[in-house]
C-alpha cells in the first residue's frame, strides 16, 4: 500500500509538470499542434512493448470494430482535448490552464449519467455545485463585463482549457464502457497512436510545421513531456491503481492543481490574482468531496463483500 502512496505522488508530480512545460514550448515558438502530436507519438512508442506483452498476455485478437472505438476515443482524447489544452498555453498562466484543466472531474459526472447511467448522490451534486462556482470565480465575469487589461485574452486561454476539460471528460466516459476489455497499456497505446496520426494529418493539410523550430532546448523539453508525462507518467498512474484502487489513485487530481500552481510560480514567476486562488480553493474542495464520496462507497461496498 505505500508503494502504492509513491506512486501516487509521483503521478501527480509528473502530470502537475505538463502545462508548465507545454508553457515553455509555445514561448519559444512551437506550434501546439506541433507539441501534441510529437508527445504522443513518443508516448505511444515507449508504450508499445507493455502493450504487446499485454496482447500475447490475453491473446487479444483486434478488429475493425476495436480500432473503431480506439479511433472515437483518441479524437476525444487527443486532436481535440490535449491539443486545446496546448493552445490554452498560449492565452493564460499555466497555472490556470492545469486548475480548470483539473476540475474535468466536475463535467464526468452529468456525462457518466448520461451515458453510463452512473447514479448521482447528494455529495456528487455538491461536489458539482462548488466545482463549478470554482471555475466562473477564475472566469472573474466582473473583470471580462468591465473590458479589464488582458481579460479578453485570459477568457480565450480559460475558455480553451475549459474546452479541453469538457471533451476529456466525455473521453473519460466512453473510455470505461470497453476499457476493461484491452486494459490501459493496450488502450492507451491504441489510442495514443491513432490520435498523433489524426494531429498528423491536421498539420499536413494546414502547412503547420512538424519538426521546424526545434531547438535542443525545446527537443529536451518534448522528450521529457513524451517520457515523462505521457508514458511514465501513466505507468506510474497505472501502478497506483493496481496497488491501491481507482478511487485512491484519483487523490492524484485532488493534488495536482495546488502542486501545479505551486510549481508554474517556482519555475515560470507566474503571479496570482485572488480570484484564481479562491477558485482554486473551491475546486480543491469539490475534488475532495467528490474523491471522499467515491472513497466510502469504496468502502461500503468491501464491507459488504465482507459480511457476505
Not at 479524437?75 to 490552464?97: Q, V, W
Not at 480559460?158 to 493496450?186: C, M, N
Amino acid at each position: 500500500m505505500k508503494k502504492g502512496y509513491v506512486f501516487i505522488i509521483l503521478t501527480a508530480l509528473l502530470y502537475s509538470t505538463q502545462e508548465i512545460a507545454n508553457k515553455m514550448l509555445v514561448k519559444n515558438g512551437l506550434d501546439s499542434f506541433q507539441i501534441t502530436f510529437l508527445i504522443f507519438l513518443i508516448g505511444a512508442i515507449l508504450l508499445t512493448p507493455f502493450a504487446i506483452k499485454d496482447i500475447k498476455a490475453k491473446k487479444l485478437k483486434l478488429g475493425i470494430n476495436d480500432f473503431g472505438y480506439f479511433a472515437l476515443n483518441a479524437a476525444l482524447c487527443i486532436p481535440i482535448s490535449m491539443a486545446l489544452l496546448s493552445f490554452a498555453g498560449k492565452y493564460t498562466l499555466a497555472s490556470t490552464s492545469a486548475v480548470i484543466f483539473s476540475s474535468n472531474a466536475i463535467f464526468t459526472v452529468p456525462f457518466a449519467y448520461l451515458i453510463l447511467k452512473e447514479k448521482v448522490n447528494k455529495a456528487t451534486v455538491i461536489s458539482l455545485i462548488i466545482g463549478v462556482l470554482g471555475v466562473i470565480i477564475i472566469f472573474n465575469p466582473a473583470k471580462i463585463v468591465a473590458g479589464m487589461g488582458g481579460a479578453s485574452s485570459n477568457l480565450l486561454g480559460i475558455t480553451l482549457a475549459l474546452g479541453a476539460a469538457i471533451s476529456w471528460s466525455l473521453f473519460t466516459v466512453i473510455s470505461k464502457i470497453r476499457i476493461h476489455q484491452y486494459g490501459g497499456y493496450i488502450f492507451n497505446c491504441f489510442a495514443f497512436y491513432i490520435g498523433a496520426f489524426f494531429v498528423l494529418l491536421i498539420l499536413l493539410a494546414t502547412g503547420r510545421p512538424i519538426l521546424k523550430g526545434i531547438d535542443a532546448n525545446a527537443g529536451l523539453v518534448l522528450v521529457y513531456m513524451g517520457i515523462f508525462i505521457k508514458a511514465l507518467g501513466y505507468i506510474c498512474y497505472l501502478g497506483a491503481i493496481r496497488l491501491t484502487s481507482a478511487v485512491t489513485a484519483s487523490l492524484v487530481f485532488l493534488i495536482k492543481p495546488a502542486l501545479a500552481t505551486m510549481l508554474a510560480v517556482m519555475v515560470l514567476g507566474e503571479n496570482l490574482e485572488a480570484n484564481i486562488i479562491i477558485g482554486i480553493g473551491f475546486i480543491i474542495v469539490s475534488s475532495y468531496i467528490a474523491f471522499k464520496s467515491k472513497r466510502d462507497f469504496e468502502v461500503a461496498q468491501v464491507a459488504q463483500v465482507v459480511t457476505k
